[in-house]
């Protein structure tokens, strides 16, 4: 197996993520790791947070917004997306393990995980802070 080379950029963007819960979008986190590296281009954030990805270290979320964000909290969780401002909110809920024996009654394959993202409206648009 290749051993990675450590990189002072790519552990920045994991510490800046892992300090967030607000689920940013790359340019979001771009925005802000340019405050400690100037010099650091977007293509370099989306390469670093896509290799996060494939390490396991992080979630890749597609809402459907068009933009992907990224999580640092890589347990089972589910998620709430609001339609309006398009923020996305960990729900503090317990996973549904059941639903995967459910889905297997009907997968022709093996189910092994789910994903589920929860849509509507947030208390801040909806004027309930």
């Known amino acids: 197996m290749k051993t990675l080379k450590y990189s002072r950029q790519r552990e920045s963007i994991k510490t800046c993520l892992m300090a967030r819960h607000d689920h940013p979008t790359a340019d979001a986190l771009y925005t802000s790791i340019r405050e400690e590296f100037p010099n650091i281009s977007l293509g370099t954030v989306y390469r670093n947070l896509n290799l996060l990805v494939e390490l396991g270290e992080i979630q890749k979320l597609t809402c459907g917004d068009g933009a992907d964000h990224f999580d640092a909290d890589t347990s089972p969780h589910y998620h709430f997306v609001c339609r309006n401002c398009g923020h996305v909110y ?36 909806l004027g309930n802070n």
């Open 90 to 125: 960990d729900l503090p809920m317990d996973p549904m393990d059941s639903i995967n024996q459910l889905a297997q009654k009907h997968a022709e394959g093996q189910v092994e995980s789910h994903t589920i993202y929860f849509y509507g409206t947030c208390n801040d648009c």
